[in-house]
Structure formats: structure tokens, C-alpha cells
């Protein structure tokens, strides 16, 4: 049996598609491309139909691991971290003036946003170390 002959699996399809993905992320293919070749890779019934599929793109160039994807992903990571960072300003902002709202409508000046804002605190020190001496993305 050839390869033109041999059934495709599901197996197969889907490791045409993440080739695909990967053509589309480093600028092989145009959006528009990527999708009609997914949705043939998907419909495809042999081996041969999908080789046809990305018989044009340089597979050996296309990697994983591209210095380009790797840049995206930590700017990414950086951007998460600034995210979490305003969203955990914004707690404190809250939780400060209720307590403040608090102490001086009722005089109850126990200061219980040190619980919130410590538990926050170590979520977001969490976040930061693993993005900073997390393994790389």
C-alpha cells in the first residue's frame, strides 16, 4: 500500500493542523488560507490528501520552539503580571475605604484589609516569580 491509499486518522489530522497553526503563526499562510486548508485536513480521508496540504510550506523551518514565538509569549507573561497588578491595586483601593468608610461611620477601627490584601499580595508574588524564574515559555 501506498501512502496515497492509507487512511488518515484522527491522529494524523491533527498533527496537519498543528503544522498548519504553526505555518499561520510565523506568516506561511494568510488567515484565510489557514482556514480552508484546516477544513479540508479535517474532511481528508488519506495520508496523501493531507501531505497535499502542506507539501508547499517548509516544515523543517517551521518550529516550535522560533525565537519569535518564545519573544510573544513572555510579552505576553509581562502583560499578565500588569493585569494582576492593577486588579490587586484595585482591591486594596476598595478594601481601604470600606474600612476607612467603616471606622469612621461606626468607630470600629480594627484593621482587617491586612487579610484580603496579604492573601492577594501572595497570589500576586506567586505570579510574578513563576513568570520571572518560572521554566521558559
Known sequence: ?????????N????R????????LAQGYLTL???????QTAFAAHTLDELDRLVADLPLERIRRHDPA???A????????????L???LAM????????????????????WPVWPILGAGIGLAAHVASVRFGAPV
Open 1 to 9: 500500500m501506498t501512502s496515497s491509499t492509507l487512511r488518515a486518522g
Open 11 to 14: 491522529r494524523d489530522r491533527e
Open 16 to 23: 496537519t493542523a498543528q503544522h498548519l497553526g504553526q505555518a
Open 32 to 38: 484565510d488560507e489557514y482556514e480552508a486548508r484546516l
Open 69 to 71: 514565538r518564545r519573544a
Open 73 to 84: 509569549r513572555s510579552a505576553a507573561a509581562r502583560r499578565s503580571i500588569r493585569g494582576h
Open 86 to 88: 492593577a486588579g490587586y
Open 92 to 111: 486594596v483601593a476598595i478594601v481601604l475605604s470600606v474600612w476607612l468608610a467603616v471606622g469612621v461611620t461606626a468607630g470600629s477601627w480594627y484593621f
